[in-house]
């Protein structure tokens, strides 16, 4: 993959991110911001790919640690987020 | 070794569109109340596809380095998102955060030590992505355990100031960049570990002269930093998924970071350099002021009274009243006054408590009707017409010196005008000053009675008031 192709992603990613929370209502900023606080847990994708192909010992220290991090930020931040929603469901 | 059944990379690209799609629906959905909580789940699933899909990657060979690594991080994100109390997600929010970019800077810097052989073979744009997730990823660390330190009282919550900050902060950072560009440069490892250093410095140093008040609009930069630091690290390692899910989060992050400070009446650089909430310059004239005033106090009982009598009621619930878990029994006493025929609202203010929405998530915890919420623009021509606001715990976002005092740090916050009912109950545990460090004229006010006590003890009280009455 050509380095412009990751550019292209990344600008219509931004432009994304941008249209899609246009319009938030207050009370959902916590809970949005929770979420995507999530979201960006797929950081753990990266951490698997380089503990799979780490070659030394401080590579392999460092990338368990990273996939430890991603993992609570992933599973961690989803169940609190539903945890937060779960209080607005409509009776 | 790979295993049999490893996917091409062609595969593997198209479960991360799926990914990506399920990602953005979830996101948008996340936005709009009846959708939020099916908005976070379809993100969660889209998010566990690239996850397994990954897995199937040709170029993984130590399955039971990552599977440990996700069995130890399942537990702990699961027990602390379990476990930990309503009050406290904030600061829970904040340390999820902070991890997730230790997490970016982690794989930046074993992509480094795998990579950099020392001389310049490293494509550029590589090594510029790498030092770019250490460095953006460290200081969301860093800064993230501050915000979490501050908000769980571990650090004061005020700002820590000192001479001369905003220059040493400065220089630190450009000293950083600079270890950053000879580890580009020279592809040494002594100078990538300079970088990783200097930047969680930075993190520290960049929180810490911030205000609690404000925690919840820095986590959520914080946030929006994690998302770039790990958008970075797709670039490293040429993997869609990783951009997309960065870069996401990087915009949309930054986009609520600017809502949130809009609904302060804020801009981010006044949250980032302003000190809010500092030592105020006149303190001493204003705690002498205040030796001047008077204020009223009331009983339970008679407050009950006005209570029960009333004919139209509108509460006002802050962070005293997270603190104190009155969220069932203020419900109790609205249950029991719109029996008596006394017309119930509640005034939400999109700050009230330590995060936007946190009145919502306890109002909500205790069952009560969504129709009774009001937001502050649909509440505040209330207030003319109300007989009694009830203030339980608020402070700063009743403050009238946010419309009158210009030298005030919250002048041209849009606030609750709850001095324009007849009577005002004020519920406080006593007349300290609330979380941006102001007085509070209101409580001054002849209208105002004060009511002092735990919002709980003092909540119950008044619907043992009320039933006698």
Same mark, same amino acid.
């Given at each position: 993959?050509?380095?412009?192709?990751?550019?292209?992603?990344?600008?219509?990613?931004?432009?994304?991110?941008?249209?899609?929370?246009?319009?938030?209502?207050?009370?959902?900023?916590?809970?949005?911001?929770?979420?995507?606080?999530?979201?960006?847990?797929?950081?753990?994708?990266?951490?698997?790919?380089?503990?799979?192909?780490?070659?030394?010992?401080?590579?392999?220290?460092?990338?368990?640690?990273?996939?430890?991090?991603?993992?609570?930020?992933?599973?961690?931040?989803?169940?609190?987020?539903?945890? %937060?929603?779960? %209080?607005?469901?409509?009776? | 070794?790979?295993?049999?059944?490893?996917?091409?990379?062609?595969?593997?690209?198209?479960?991360?569109?799926? @990914?990506?799609?399920?990602?953005?629906?979830?996101? /948008? /959905?996340?936005?709009?109340?009846?959708?939020? /909580?099916?908005?976070?789940?379809?993100?969660?699933?889209?998010?566990?596809?690239?996850?397994?899909?990954?897995?199937?990657?040709?170029?993984?060979?130590?399955?039971?380095?990552?599977?440990?690594?996700?069995?130890?991080?399942?537990?702990?994100?699961?027990?602390? @998102?379990?476990?930990?109390?309503?009050?406290?997600?904030?600061?829970?929010?904040?340390?999820?955060?902070?991890?997730?970019?230790?997490?970016?800077?982690?794989?930046?810097?074993?992509?480094?030590?795998?990579?950099?052989?020392?001389?310049?073979?490293?494509?550029?744009?590589?090594?510029? @992505?790498?030092?770019?997730?250490?460095?953006?990823?460290?200081?969301?660390?860093?800064?993230?355990?501050?915000?979490?330190?501050?908000?769980?009282?571990?650090?004061?919550?005020?700002?820590?100031?000192?001479?001369?900050?905003?220059?040493?902060?400065?220089?630190?950072?450009?000293?950083?960049?600079?270890?950053?560009?000879?580890?580009?440069?020279?592809?040494?490892?002594?100078? =990538?570990?300079?970088?990783?250093? &200097?930047?969680?410095?930075?993190?520290?140093?960049?929180?810490?002269?911030?205000?609690?008040?404000?925690?919840?609009?820095?986590?959520?930069?914080?946030?929006?930093?994690?998302?770039?630091?790990?958008?970075?690290?797709?670039?490293?390692?040429?993997?869609?998924?990783?951009?997309?899910?960065?870069?996401?989060?990087?915009?949309?992050?930054?986009?609520?970071?600017?809502?949130?400070?809009?609904? =302060?009446? !804020?801009?981010?650089?006044?949250?980032?350099?302003?000190?809010?909430?500092?030592?105020?310059?006149?303190?001493? @004239?204003?705690?002498?002021?205040?030796?001047?005033?008077?204020? !009223?106090?009331?009983?339970?009982?008679?407050?009950?009274?006005?209570?029960?009598?009333?004919? /139209?009621?509108?509460?006002?619930?802050?962070?005293?009243?997270?603190?104190?878990?009155?969220?069932?029994?203020? !419900?109790?006493?609205?249950?029991?006054?719109?029996?008596?025929?006394?017309?119930?609202?509640?005034?939400?203010?999109?700050?009230?408590?330590?995060?936007?929405?946190?009145?919502?998530?306890?109002?909500?915890?205790?069952?009560?009707?969504?129709?009774?919420?009001?937001? =502050?623009?649909?509440?505040?021509?209330?207030?003319?017409?109300?007989?009694?606001?009830?203030?339980?715990?608020?402070?700063?976002?009743?403050?009238?010196?946010? !419309?009158?005092?210009?030298?005030?740090?919250?002048?041209? =916050?849009?606030?609750?005008?709850?001095?324009?009912?007849?009577?005002?109950?004020?519920?406080?545990?006593?007349?300290?000053?609330?979380?941006?460090?102001?007085?509070?004229?209101?409580?001054?006010?002849?209208?105002?009675?004060?009511?002092?006590?735990?919002?709980?003890?003092?909540?119950?009280?008044?619907?043992? &008031?009320?039933?006698?009455?």
């Amino acid at each position: 993959m050509s380095l412009l192709n990751s550019i292209t992603i990344f600008v219509l990613a931004v432009f994304i991110g941008f249209e899609i929370i246009s319009k938030v209502p207050a009370m959902l900023h916590t809970p949005l911001m929770s979420g995507t606080n999530a979201i960006h847990g797929i950081v753990l994708v990266g951490a698997m790919l380089v503990a799979g192909s780490a070659d030394s010992t401080l590579e392999q220290v460092l990338a368990f640690i990273a996939v430890v991090f991603a993992t609570v930020n992933v599973v961690g931040g989803f169940l609190v987020t539903d945890r %937060m929603l779960e %209080m607005f469901k409509r009776r | 070794m790979t295993t049999p059944l490893a996917l091409s990379q062609t595969a593997i690209n198209f479960t991360y569109l799926v @990914a990506a799609v399920l990602l953005i629906v979830g996101i /948008r /959905r996340l936005s709009a109340p009846p959708t939020a /909580r099916s908005g976070n789940v379809i993100a969660a699933v889209g998010m566990t596809i690239a996850i397994v899909f990954t897995f199937l990657d040709g170029d993984i060979d130590e399955y039971w380095l990552i599977a440990a690594g996700m069995a130890v991080g399942t537990v702990v994100g699961v027990a602390s @998102a379990r476990l930990v109390k309503m009050t406290a997600i904030p600061q829970m929010v904040a340390l999820f955060n902070g991890v997730g970019g230790g997490a970016a800077a982690l794989v930046a810097a074993s992509e480094f030590h795998r990579l950099a052989p020392g001389g310049g073979h490293l494509a550029g744009d590589d090594v510029g @992505a790498m030092l770019f997730s250490a460095l953006i990823g460290s200081v969301s660390f860093a800064g993230s355990l501050v915000a979490f330190a501050k908000l769980q009282e571990l650090l004061p919550g005020r700002p820590i100031v000192f001479a001369a900050q905003q220059v040493t902060n400065a220089a630190l950072f450009a000293a950083t960049v600079a270890c950053g560009v000879l580890a580009g440069a020279t592809e040494d490892g002594v100078w =990538m570990v300079l970088l990783l250093v &200097g930047a969680l410095l930075f993190g520290v140093l960049l929180v810490l002269p911030i205000g609690g008040a404000d925690m919840p609009v820095v986590i959520s930069l914080l946030n929006a930093f994690t998302g770039l630091a790990a958008a970075s690290t797709g670039f490293v390692l040429e993997n869609t998924a990783l951009i997309i899910g960065g870069t996401l989060v990087g915009a949309s992050g930054t986009l609520l970071t600017i809502l949130m400070g809009r609904a =302060m009446n !804020r801009s981010l650089a006044n949250v980032l350099f302003g000190a809010f909430g500092a030592a105020p310059p006149g303190g001493a @004239a204003v705690a002498a002021s205040t030796d001047g005033k008077s204020y !009223r106090e009331i009983t339970a009982e008679d407050a009950a009274v006005m209570l029960a009598y009333a004919n /139209r009621v509108v509460i006002v619930p802050g962070y005293g009243l997270a603190v104190a878990q009155a969220q069932h029994a203020v !419900r109790e006493l609205a249950d029991l006054l719109e029996k008596r025929g006394v017309d119930v609202k509640y005034a939400i203010h999109p700050v009230a408590g330590r995060m936007p929405g946190h009145m919502n998530v306890l109002l909500a915890e205790a069952n009560v009707p969504y129709p009774q919420l009001f937001d =502050m623009e649909d509440i505040n021509p209330e207030f003319p017409h109300t007989d009694v606001a009830l203030v339980i715990g608020a402070n700063d976002v009743t403050n009238p010196a946010a !419309r009158s005092v210009p030298e005030s740090p919250i002048y041209g =916050m849009p606030i609750l005008n709850v001095d324009e009912a007849a009577n005002v109950v004020v519920l406080k545990r006593s007349m300290s000053p609330g979380f941006a460090g102001i007085d509070n004229d209101l409580y001054y006010n002849a209208k105002t009675a004060m009511l002092f006590g735990d919002a709980k003890s003092s909540v119950e009280k008044l619907v043992a &008031g009320v039933k006698a009455a």
